[in-house]
Every structure is written in C-alpha cells, then in structure tokens.
T-cell receptor, first 110, second 117 residues
C-alpha cells in the first residue's frame, strides 16, 4: 500500500541549531514533493517544491533534498528560531492529487 | 486577493443532521481539494474537483459524504446524517492547475471545524 512517513511526531531542538526532518514514501512515483508549514488552528502554508529531477532546493534558511532512489526527502532549517516552531508536512504530487504525511511537530527552544 | 475562503469556520451539529461546508477558491484557481484532519493527525485526502467535475474521490467515504464544485459558486462538501466520528477540521485548498500540471502548489483555507454532539 502507499505510505508517506515522516520521521517522528515531535522534534525538539535548541535555538540556533539545524533542524532536520525526514519524509519517506513507498509505492509512490511522485513527479514532485512539497513541504508545508502548519500552525495550530490554521491551514498549511506552502514552503518549498522540489521536482523529481532536482536533488536540492534552497530558500533562505530552508533546504530540501529529494532522493528518488532512497524514496526520501530531507527538510533542513538552519539557524533555527523559536518562531520556526510549527508542524511541518511533506506532500507528494501524483497524477491526480496531493497526498500528505502526518507531519512532524518541531519545537525550537530559546 | 482574499485567498481561499471557507465557511463556516465552526459548525456544531447534532447526530443525524446535515453539515454543509463551503469553499471559495482563490481567484483564477479552478481546482479544489478537500482534506480532513483529526486532532494531532495529518491531512487525509478526501476529494479533488475541477469545475463541474469530480477528478478523484477515492478518499471520501462512499456513504453520507458528497462534494461538488459547480460552474458558479463555491465548492460544497456535504455530510448527511452526521455521526460523532465526523467531528474534525475540514480543509479546502485550491490550485491554478491540475495535479499533473507539474507545479501544483496548494493554497489552503483556514478550515471548517465540525463538532457533532
């Protein structure tokens, strides 16, 4: 069956460190992969998109990698700040729809 | 540009009643997705619609749930004869192109929170 798994439900790190979140998938052949941020009581907000033929994408303090052989994406937040605390969701784009992982709740402590 | 508008934001229904959730996509967007989210859980895909067409409803329960996106007006997610297990946040998202267009970024609404008593 198709699965999208994000490494852990919760990740706690100290301010200034790099947060690394993992997204693994099985039985999918996504054309692209996306990361979204969700704050409590709000809808997800798009952060980054990476296509299957791209290895890495950067945007300010964010970096995403996409390994179609390992079927894995890594999402990094460098120089993390308490304001980065949120739930981060990965999503796979297929021919017909977008499917989301369960998310990882990141807490950055000052 | 008002973004994706969902209403009502909060809806309380008693068991057996009907719930109607509305979603107006962003201006220029013709593709709508509905997702359901339980507390502390991820987004579960329900249905993907284009104007007047259901593209993929594989995530939607076969009974009591229906969705539409008419030529004019918002998309509607309808839940008949609600049960307590239907209590959840329902999110709508829209995109300018289809899922196969290659750059399908979703813009989400703030969600509609359904509580079934």
């Amino acid at each position: 069956s198709q699965k999208i798994e994000q490494n852990s439900e919760a990740l706690n790190i100290q301010e200034g460190k790099t947060a690394t979140l993992t997204c693994n998938y099985t039985n999918y052949s996504p054309a692209y992969l996306q990361w979204y941020r969700q704050d409590p009581g709000r809808g997800p907000v798009f952060l980054l998109l990476i296509r299957e033929n791209e290895k890495e994408k950067r945007k300010e303090r964010l970096k995403v990698t996409f390994d179609t052989t390992l079927k894995q994406s890594l999402f990094h937040i460098t120089a993390s700040q308490p304001a980065d605390s949120a739930t981060y969701l990965c999503a796979l784009g297929t021919a017909n729809d977008m499917r989301f992982g369960a998310g990882t709740r990141l807490t950055v402590k000052p | 540009n008002a973004g994706v508008m969902q209403n009502p934001r909060h809806l309380v229904r008693r068991r057996g009643q009907e719930a109607r959730l509305r979603c107006s996509p962003m201006k220029g967007h013709s593709h709508v997705y509905w997702y359901r989210q339980l507390p502390e859980e991820g987004l579960k895909f329900m249905v993907y619609l284009q104007k007047e067409n259901i593209i993929d409803e594989s995530g939607m329960p076969k009974e009591r749930f229906s969705a539409e996106f008419p030529k004019e007006g918002p998309s509607i997610l309808r839940i008949q004869q609600v049960v307590r297990g239907d209590s959840a946040a329902y999110f709508c998202a829209s995109s300018p192109g289809g899922a196969s267009s290659g750059a399908n970024v979703l813009t989400f609404g703030a969600g509609s929170r359904l509580t079934v008593l």
